[in-house]
């Protein structure tokens, strides 16, 4: 491969010449620079993405963190990731933290490999791991919670989200409504439980414990979850699920004890997924715009690394939307 000092020899020119019009980040007579870009273009060279990499000491790298990879949600941030990141020719480096501890770990991990900027959900992250990656000066951005300073922040709003939800389900006639969160720490459990409590308070309907249950963010976690509520005495009539995951775990549910759904039990889910709207019936459920979530994070942690932001924190809020389809 012709390497910078080929093309030096071939324009009649300094390898510094070559490099000033290769980055930019010099003038250079117009004259000079078409001799650079013919001598670049006849002997086919390429600039060697590490050489760049150590004279700006970035590693041309974003890290992705969520907790896992097995809901579509995340992935679909991370398309939104790559819809801005690939024409500035930055790798997107995705991490799965499921599990005790891990996403500290993986962010340490991160920090140590110097990765540009770090765009992380809050499933079991601390004040202190995001401190450090503000001491180490990596950008980055959490989704749906308050970050550190130095960080930027996601999010929708979940609990309206949730509220409306339920709303519908009351509008439609149902009273005896339930809900099941996935674990019961976890950001987004919390705050959509805080949404389906609210539309109750509202309407001034009483809430018991035995309508709140808690598993996991995954299918199966939805199915025991449903099982348990719908096999008491006083089952539900509908179930507001915290993710689409759930709700279809509901349905599995459902169908497995024969009830029908929407006659017999309302189903709805949370995030929208592709699957949503595959399964039969259909998922009433709330559009939670994965892909612009990771275009929005992908620019912002852009705009920090290229130097346009001042602020010490932004807040970018995304609007939902309530999609009502048959389980409804």
Request: charged share 25%.
């Amino acid at each position: 491969m012709a390497g910078i000092r080929d093309v030096a020899a071939s324009a009649g020119v300094s390898m510094a010449t070559v490099s000033h019009v290769i980055s930019g980040k010099r003038s250079v007579s117009a004259p000079t620079r078409a001799k650079v870009e013919k001598a670049i273009k006849e002997l086919g060279y390429r600039a060697h993405p590490g050489a760049a990499q150590l004279r700006s000491g970035r590693t041309g790298t974003i890290a992705l963190v969520v907790p896992t990879l097995e809901n579509p949600f995340y992935p679909l941030v991370a398309v939104g990731m790559q819809d801005v990141l690939i024409p500035r020719e930055i790798m997107l480096t995705i991490s799965d933290s499921n599990g005790p501890g891990r996403s500290e770990n993986t962010l340490r991990h991160l920090i140590s490999r110097r990765v540009d900027a770090v765009v992380a959900a809050p499933f079991g992250l601390t004040e202190a791991v995001l401190e450090e990656l503000h001491t180490a000066q990596i950008p980055f951005v959490t989704l749906g919670r308050v970050s550190a300073d130095g960080g930027d922040l996601v999010h929708t709003d979940d609990a309206a989200g949730a509220r409306e939800i339920t709303d519908h389900l009351l509008d439609r006639g149902y009273r005896k409504l339930a809900f099941i969160g996935g674990e019961e720490a976890a950001v987004p459990t919390k705050q959509r439980l805080e949404g389906f409590v609210r539309a109750h308070q509202l309407r001034a309907l009483d809430l018991r414990k035995h309508q709140i249950a808690y598993g996991s963010f995954t299918r199966e976690g939805g199915r025991n979850a449903a099982r348990e509520l719908l096999t008491k005495r006083e089952r539900p009539d509908a179930i507001v699920a915290a993710n689409d995951l759930i709700a279809i775990g509901v349905l599995d549910a459902a169908r497995e004890l024969g009830l029908r759904v929407p006659k017999d039990l309302a189903v709805t889910g949370y995030d929208d997924i592709e699957a949503a709207s595959l399964v039969s019936p259909a998922l009433t459920t709330v559009e939670n715009p994965a892909r612009e979530i990771g275009r929005t994070c992908a620019r912002l942690l852009l705009d920090r690394l290229d130097g346009e932001v001042s602020e010490i924190t932004r807040t970018i809020g995304l609007s939902h939307r309530l999609i009502v389809r048959q389980s409804s």
